[in-house]
């Protein structure tokens, strides 16, 4: 049977900052999807990490529905409403469109999703990741997908022998969507030269060549694209299916381990090191550090299974203890070199303020005339 799974994440007001939603809120948009979700809808989950909520939909509606768009853009719209009666701390912040125009995608919130042939079981996995940007899964996507150091069924299981197809997209063309296709393993090198570079290129689905069957997409949204400046870090979420032809949800856990640098942290605009938490859990130490939950389900005939917490096991305590150790590390540094992101990926507008004050300062010995040093290449906040 076809089933799609369709998820949605968006920050539509916290508590105290940038923290959590809120139980008040998640019961509004829980509601919202309750009353409303049938019958486009056939089962659904709400979560948070950090401030931002999932709503993870099943249905058999294909990709890019508008009916299952709407609704759960209504239903972050319902919440941003009431985030906004309760004073919350940036209601409405990702709906960055006042009107739904038939596909939630270019409106704000972060989508993936992906239309399958259920397997007789189905498990998969639900990421979902805060203070961060979609190119924070190109390195676990890749470890997972091309390197039996990680996945070992790349060398045990034949059904994997055939490798996976990457989709690639550069999230910095904003015309339209530009993508390309590369195998691993014969093109690791050309897919390693893109994924290096994460706040450009993006991976955007993983498929079996075995099979052809997707198994990972991604939310390749970013809001600065959207919104024409910067109005916050884009927060992805993924999804992959897991076992059989597909590598084991261990396999693809495992490159979370290393709690690897991404952009993101203290307003969008520094380097941290990514940390798997658990479902529903908050943000802290300087707005960060960024955050990772994975939650894993079967689904049979469009119903979901209660949902497992893949990163609450004890051995996930210990990486988070050496994430914390990394993230305290490089905040020793503060502003300097690589512990904040380079000019055009800062998310706040204050600073081209402050070049464009120095450059009428700045001298150029012997010379009376000089030409302009720095430029504000993007609109910020
Ligand atoms: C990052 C983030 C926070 C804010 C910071 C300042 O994505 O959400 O780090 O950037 O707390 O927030 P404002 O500018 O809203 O006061
Ligand atoms: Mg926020
Ligand atoms: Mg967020």
Redesign the pocket.
């Known amino acids: 049977m076809k089933t799609t799974l369709t998820l949605a994440k968006a920050d539509i007001g916290s508590i105290g900052?940038?923290i959590k939603p809120g139980a008040r809120l998640m019961g509004v948009v829980s509601d919202y999807m309750k009353r409303h979700a049938r019958p486009n809808v056939k089962d659904f989950y709400i979560s948070h990490t950090g401030?931002d909520i999932a709503v993870l939909m099943t249905h058999t509606r294909g990709v890019g529905d508008t009916r299952v768009h709407r609704l759960v853009w209504d239903a972050f719209t319902a919440g941003a409403g009431d985030a906004r009666k309760q004073g919350l701390y940036?209601a409405g912040q990702d709906l960055l469109k006042d009107a739904f125009s038939g596909n939630i995608k270019g409106l704000g919130p972060a989508v993936c999703e992906m239309e399958i042939d259920e397997r007789p079981n189905e498990p998969f996995l639900m990421f979902a990741a805060d203070?961060t940007d979609p190119g924070a899964y190109n390195l676990p996507l890749y470890l997972a997908f091309v390197d039996p150091m990680y996945n070992a069924g790349l060398i045990l299981s034949p059904s994997m022998f055939k490798g996976f197809k990457f989709t690639i997209m550069d999230v910095s063309y904003t015309e339209g969507d530009r993508v390309i296709e590369l195998n691993a393993p014969e093109q690791i090198y050309d897919i390693a030269a893109l994924l290096r570079d994460n706040q450009r290129f993006v991976v955007e689905s993983v498929h079996s060549r075995a099979t052809g069957e997707v198994c990972a997409v991604v939310s390749t949204q970013r809001l600065h694209n959207i919104a024409g400046k910067y109005t916050?870090?884009d927060d992805p979420v993924m999804m992959v299916r897991v076992q059989g032809a597909f590598p084991a949800t261990g396999e693809v856990l495992q490159p979370f381990k290393i709690g690897h640098f991404v952009a993101?942290f203290?307003?969008?605009s520094h380097t941290g090191p990514l940390m798997p938490v658990k479902a529903n859990s908050t943000i802290s130490w300087f707005?960060g550090p960024p955050v990772v939950s994975a939650t894993a389900f079967c689904v049979h005939d469009g119903k979901l299974t209660e949902p497992a917490d893949a990163f609450d096991h004890p051995l996930w305590d210990y990486v988070r203890n050496k994430v914390s150790r990394k993230a305290i590390e490089i905040r020793e540094q503060g502003f300097s070199g690589c512990a904040m992101l380079g000019y055009d990926e800062l998310?706040y507008g204050g600073i081209v303020k402050k070049m464009d004050e120095l450059e009428k300062v700045f001298k150029i010995r012997g010379h009376k005339e000089q030409k302009t040093a720095f430029s504000s290449p993007k609109k910020r906040r």
């Open positions: 900052g940038h401030d940036g203070k916050g870090k993101g203290m307003r969008g707005d998310e």
